[in-house]
């Protein structure tokens, strides 16, 4: 996909995307906000980085130069970023961005598991979540080791210490990200 991009450090984006999760690091602990919020944005903020980071990549693809690949876009766009298993799977099999059983990304992926539950399940686990018993009681001691949120039943209980992690696994898995990347972009994003 043509040169690879020399980054300092981390692309524009992916430094923007550290920046607001320090920005949220700072309203860890304030009475007006609570740790699902944080958790939240969290995932929200990486998840803006993500999608700009595919978005770079169709971009730098040319694609979008030929009918037929505006075509496949046309069809099959939304897909890349419609939950975060299509969003790992574009990314290694469509840009060659292998990040699916990283540490960073299995760490990240408990913080995805848990904002499933407080935005789907209302602050409880999913029925998706707890259909399967095996795969319950894993995740729910991934949340447990990984972010520290404990369950009583299928409640989610989120302390501060839970989203300082939550922050923490997020700007592991930006730096994580960004270091893939880099061996796909040929420029900044």
Known sequence: MGRKAEFSELTSSGEKCITTLSRLSLRVGQPSVTPE??????????E???????????AQS?????????AVLAKLGDDMSSTWPARFDWLGEGFDV???GEKFAQDFDAVIECRNGIIHGSG??????????V???????????VLDVTTHGTKLILSDD????ALAVSRDFAYGFDRALRYQLSTDF
């Open 37 to 46: 919020w944080i958790l939240v944005d969290s995932v929200t903020t990486v």
């Open 98 to 100: 292998k990040i699916k």
């Open 124 to 133: 409880n686990l999913t029925k998706r979540q707890r259909s399967n018993f």
């Open 135 to 145: 795969r319950f009681t894993e995740l729910r001691r991934r949340l447990l080791s």
């Open 162 to 165: 839970s989203a300082r992690r």
């Open 62 to 70: 040319n694609l979008t130069d030929s009918m037929f690949g505006q």
């Open 48 to 58: 803006v980085y993500v999608d700009r980071a595919i978005n770079a990549l169709v």
